[in-house]
């Protein structure tokens, strides 16, 4: 009797996850937002979408960059279940969308006018070949520092606004045995400052020339040997533990008032807010001086898959809509820390950098400033960038002088084409 | 096989058909999962290995393309030259310590049975708890470093796996922690098999303890010695899992080693081709060991 009763309830559990998948109003979401705030900003889109009677099957896998988010992807699409919608990072959008897996969401886009209120550059990696195929949720910019207020007044240290400033501060941070520059020794860490450094020497054009276009002569040549050139001063600033250290615990010792400064992306924000310190009184974020006027971006996209059945496919619509609608990208990105997507956003809700981040982005989508960074896989393919990530990272590590560096960058660009 | 004994019927006659093919027909499934999972796969990666596979298999020939690429690309000799450091000196300190934890057990001691599964233990844990407990022991910041600087000793230093020249070295001596225990074993095993009767003469002739080991036991633990170097050459090749949880190929990229660089170029960078050929390289290093031990092996059976 009792195996008979196991046995009616594996079978009514089986049922159950039959229907369940047959109704085709769920959709299921690959990401790897796990971490407390990221979860409680996507909760926001769920019941969004639970309002209108679509189901949320959770697919997280952890791991920040989301690089086991890919490798899991890829098994699901090579065996031909591919997710509804998939959290995706600038050039791997257009890599899946070549390889003609993602679906199109043109006549939304269309009818919501996404073609105004998206910034161009942004649009760049949401469309392949004109037809949009994702749905961009928000924008980092990675070009920020971020600096402990208390501790700038301690030294007498105003805000830099040139390299020659910033580099002064540092060595004062230095003098009153401070560690001027928090940062992490990871490859992705180094590459994401050395995208300011780059940007600050050359500007945009030179930053289009080496990091977008991969152009040789831009690659080797002396201004980019002088971007090296401060990426070895900044690795004179940071303390010799820095190797292999996550951003968050780089973050930390602004918080606690060990480190002056830290450059990195404004998901840092969400370490300082939740320390309990507020933006702009008693934590500082600035452009990296000489990038004042551009904007280095990376953006997170929902990727929409293409799925057979009718009944997805307008789930697939449903979700698409929720996420560009200015109520969740507000309400994501307060959590995030990030800027919306969408330049047509009233900004109140949001804090000092927040406010700053917004006002920075729509300045430069306008000027032509604004590029998406190399360090997180927006100016050109995975395999240069992680070429571009074994040079930079072996130079800030001694293993190269910059001379050395320059060429090398040279070789492994072309090798990797 | 003609049934010409009448107690023979045919139901007999099945049995023993039967028991003829009953290995091969229990034996089929596991041997063709082998052929497939195996060989079929080592055949398609040296398939792709040829083909300009990005981030999924393609199947367009491009010749030797992907091996002239691999061989221009510095972190392959970074992870090669690793390799060379890594290996030599992880089975060369190894067998040396391996084999003098295994002559000193073996001096009819009191308490061997209970020494002997402490220095076996380290190899029943995993390469990477190894590894994380080890990253965290040689941390300058929380590690022995600090501690030692704690207690007293402020001048002690030991930064090496901070140090992009010093770092290859601490797998090594994190490896090294992980396997010798095992080579002992195997030592072991070895000096029990040796004929007591040759020893008893030898020291009847009046030869020293030092003499006895240089010129019998050692030249007898020829095969432990061969067994050793084999399996402590294939561990070190394939080793992936003790540096990702150590130092993730850093600082820098100065600790890859090749089961590294191949995961990193096939599943992160989408350069399958060059992936697949570095997989191919690594397969015939191992060949080129096994090879020839099996053949050895194979030929004094015989």
Known sequence: MKK??????????????????ASAQDVEVLHWWTSGGEAAALNVLREDLAGGGIGWTDMPVAGGGGSDAMTVLRARVTAGDPPTAVQMLGFSIQDWAAEGALADLNALAEEQNWNEVVPEALQAFSTYEGNWVAAPVNVHSTNWVWANTALMEELGIEQPGTWEEFVAAMETAAEAGYTPLAHGGQAWQDATIF???VMGVGGPEFYQASMVDLDPEALGGAQMVEAFDRMATLRGFVDDNFSGRDWNLASAMVINGEALFQIMGDWAKGEFVNAGLTAGDEFQCFRVPGTEGTVTFNSDQFAMFGVEDEGDQASQVAMASAVMSPEFQIAFNVVKGSAPARTDIDASS???CGQAAMADLAAAGESGGLFGSMAHGHANPPSIQNAMYDVITAHFNGEFDSATAA??????????Q | MAATDPMLDSGADFRTRLQNWLPKIVLAPSFAVMVIFVYGFIAFTIYLSFTGSRMLPSFD??????????????QWDTAIINLGIFAGLYIVISTIIGLMLAIFLDQKIRGEGFLRPIFLYPMALSFIVTGTAWKWFLDPAIGLEVTMQRWGWTSFEFDWIKDSDMAIYTIVIAAVWQSSGFVMAMFLAGLRGIDNEILKAAQMDGASNFQM???????????AFLSAFVILSHLAIKSYDLVVAMTDGGPGTSTWLPALFMYEYTFTRNQMG???ASAVIMLMTIAAIMVPYLYAELREQK
């Open chain 1, 350 to 352: 949001f804090d000092a």
């Open chain 2, 213 to 223: 080991y240089r010129r019998i036991i050692l030249p007898q633990l020829r095969p």
């Open chain 1, 195 to 197: 995208d300011s450094m």
């Open chain 2, 274 to 276: 060059i992936g697949a």
């Open chain 1, 4 to 21: 008979l009763s196991t046995g009616a309830a594996v079978l009514a559990l089986s049922t159950t996850a039959i229907t369940s998948v």
């Open chain 2, 61 to 74: 020939l491009v010749g030797w393309q992907n091996y002239e690429r691999l061989f221009r690309v510095r």
């Open chain 1, 407 to 416: 060429e090398e960058m040279v070789t492994a660009v072309e090798l990797a």
